[in-house]
């Protein structure tokens, strides 16, 4: 498993030795690092650093640069393949009467409803409103 790892990819690892709460900080780069303390010398840690790849260590703090993987280190690839579902028949040999009335019985009166205004929308101009002359209520007596 080899992993070809960029040089130029690196980000700053602080280990605060005495912060428990929140002990690890990542900076994109060792300046933005010594702008943000300025008890650090960015010369001191950039000459300490350069050298044998060594992390700064004292009492207080623990500071490394570390590699950033911008792609997994595996070579083998897992190509994920989503295949369609898909039946292609004439419209008139489909027959799918049985299956849409077996899908519209599950759903409420309710839902059936507004999907029958949602489609009538559809088919509306803008400010045309829906005609309900045709349409009669029906009591049910129990």
Request: charged content about 30%; overall charge positive; proline content about 4%.
């Amino acid at each position: 498993m080899q992993v070809s790892e960029s040089p130029k990819k690196r980000v700053v690892v602080v280990y605060w030795k005495g912060n428990h709460d929140n002990p690890f900080e990542v900076f994109s780069s060792l300046k933005n690092f010594c702008l943000s303390y300025k008890e650090y010398n960015y010369n001191t840690l950039c000459n300490y650093l350069s050298k044998e790849k060594i992390a700064y260590d004292n009492e207080k703090v623990r500071i490394e640069r570390k590699n950033v993987f911008l792609k997994p280190k595996t070579t083998q690839s897992y190509e994920r393949k989503i295949m369609p579902v898909v039946r292609r028949v004439s419209l008139k040999a489909a027959d799918d009467y049985m299956h849409d009335l077996s899908y519209w019985l599950t759903k409420t009166p309710l839902e059936r409803l507004s999907a029958v205004t949602f489609l009538i929308r559809q088919s509306l101009k803008k400010g045309q409103r829906l005609d309900k002359t045709k349409m009669a209520r029906t009591k049910l007596k129990i």
